[in-house]
């Protein structure tokens, strides 16, 4: 993917697990690679999400902090997109939130 893009990504992501947790609490990257894909992972320890509000974070312009204007996700899923890849998404409120961006792997070139 393009390096620029993906950086905007994971930089989007952490804003917004960051702004999730205004108490302080973690966040967890891991990386795991599957058939095919390269899977990063990011899960924090914040407010979580309505199953309502998943179900709307890349269409809406809307946005459950006390600032901002909502664009962020719409914006990184197109991204995704853009380099042919898919963002899986679950949370619990109170609980926090698992992000799982799915990313194609290039045969060529790839080291085991």
């Known amino acids: 993917g393009d390096e620029t893009q993906l950086h905007q990504v994971v930089l989007n992501l952490c804003v917004n697990a960051r702004d999730a947790m205004p108490n302080g609490g973690d966040i967890m990257f891991s990386t ?9 992972t990011l899960q924090d320890s914040g407010s979580g999400m309505s199953p309502e509000h998943v179900k709307s974070l890349f269409t809406s312009p809307t ?6 204007v909502g664009m962020g996700l719409p914006l990184m899923k197109r991204s995704v997109d853009r380099m042919g890849g898919r963002i899986i998404v679950s949370s619990e409120q109170g609980k926090g939130t698992c992000v799982e961006l799915f990313l194609p792997i290039k045969e060529e070139g790839v080291a085991e």
């Open 63 to 68: 946005t459950t902090k006390a600032r901002g």
């Open 32 to 40: 795991r690679v599957e058939p095919g894909w390269f899977v990063l």
